[in-house]
């Protein structure tokens, strides 16, 4: 597990918390509208060891709540060990995956390492291998997505929405396929848009506008009828 970055306050990345987030190297997808390629590909030679995020967290004890892990894909490799020392120190964890490690998640629910799990629902299911880029074994994503709903955690699944990949019909699919799994609306479906930084692993989406406010609020209207709650993130 490499930790390449530590972000040392936020108050948007974990839900009602004042927190930090630990940013690490690697995942097994390769979406090309990834905005964090460099996490990805595995370019940075930066790093932040274990123990001094510990001691950071050690320090900041009275001012920070939570610690939000993300990438990258954490469960890729993430250290099942430092999270229980984050827990010792009385943190609410929060990890962003994309659910293709149901394994991975499921003993970290178990040993209630975690408190919140924002996962990935990076297309309908015909369209995940394109959008990834990858070969994905929907079954682990449906097992993770199972898994959050039976947790009893705090939790929301995520899409970025890209024109004009996403468009009514997508997104329906979208909420067909987890209401299907679930065999109820999940509780929440964040939406967030398309950000044309300049820096993206496939250069095709140098080419792609930012995703206008107008067109996620008519994409949330479509969403509302799959999910009891959808909220469109900045």
Same mark, same amino acid.
């Given at each position: 597990?490499?930790?390449?970055?530590?972000?040392?306050?936020?108050?948007?990345?974990? &839900?009602?918390?004042?927190?930090?987030?630990?940013?690490? +190297?690697?995942?097994?997808?390769?979406?090309?509208?990834?905005?964090? &390629? +460099?996490? %990805?590909?595995?370019?940075?030679?930066? +790093?932040?060891?274990?123990?001094? %995020?510990?001691?950071? /967290?050690?320090?900041? @004890? $009275?001012?920070?709540?939570?610690?939000?892990?993300?990438?990258?894909?954490?469960? /890729?490799?993430? *250290?099942?060990?430092? /999270?229980?020392?984050?827990?010792?120190?009385?943190?609410?964890?929060?990890?962003?995956?994309?659910?293709?490690?149901?394994?991975?998640?499921?003993?970290? =629910?178990?040993?209630?390492?975690?408190?919140? %799990?924002?996962? *990935?629902?990076?297309?309908?299911?015909?369209?995940?291998?394109?959008?990834?880029?990858?070969?994905?074994?929907? +079954? $682990?994503?449906?097992?993770?997505?199972? /898994?959050?709903?039976?947790?009893?955690?705090?939790?929301?699944?995520?899409?970025?929405?890209?024109? &004009?990949?996403?468009?009514?019909?997508?997104?329906?699919?979208?909420?067909?396929?987890?209401?299907? =799994?679930?065999?109820?609306? &999940?509780?929440?479906?964040?939406?967030?848009?398309?950000?044309?930084?300049?820096?993206?692993?496939?250069?095709?989406?140098?080419?792609?506008? *930012?995703?206008?406010?107008?067109?996620?609020?008519?994409?949330? @209207?479509?969403?509302?009828?799959?999910?009891?709650? %959808?909220?469109?993130?900045?």
């Amino acid at each position: 597990m490499k930790i390449v970055s530590i972000e040392k306050i936020t108050l948007i990345d974990f &839900p009602d918390k004042i927190a930090c987030t630990l940013f690490l +190297e690697g995942c097994n997808f390769r979406c090309g509208f990834c905005h964090n &390629p +460099e996490l %990805v590909i595995g370019k940075i030679n930066t +790093e932040v060891s274990q123990k001094e %995020v510990l001691e950071f /967290l050690d320090k900041r @004890k $009275n001012q920070l709540e939570g610690v939000c892990i993300t990438g990258g894909e954490p469960l /890729l490799n993430i *250290d099942i060990n430092f /999270l229980e020392k984050i827990k010792e120190l009385e943190y609410s964890i929060k990890i962003d995956t994309n659910g293709s490690f149901p394994e991975k998640l499921k003993e970290i =629910i178990e040993k209630k390492l975690i408190d919140f %799990v924002a996962m *990935d629902i990076k297309s309908s299911k015909r369209n995940y291998n394109k959008i990834t880029n990858s070969k994905v074994n929907l +079954e $682990n994503i449906e097992k993770s997505i199972k /898994l959050i709903l039976s947790s009893g955690l705090d939790y929301e699944f995520r899409t970025t929405i890209i024109e &004009p990949i996403h468009d009514e019909e997508e997104i329906k699919e979208i909420g067909l396929w987890l209401n299907e =799994i679930c065999d109820i609306k &999940p509780k929440k479906f964040a939406i967030q848009g398309f950000k044309n930084n300049g820096k993206f692993i496939d250069i095709r989406f140098n080419a792609i506008k *930012d995703t206008s406010s107008k067109r996620l609020e008519e994409l949330k @209207k479509i969403a509302m009828n799959y999910f009891k709650n %959808v909220e469109i993130k900045e």
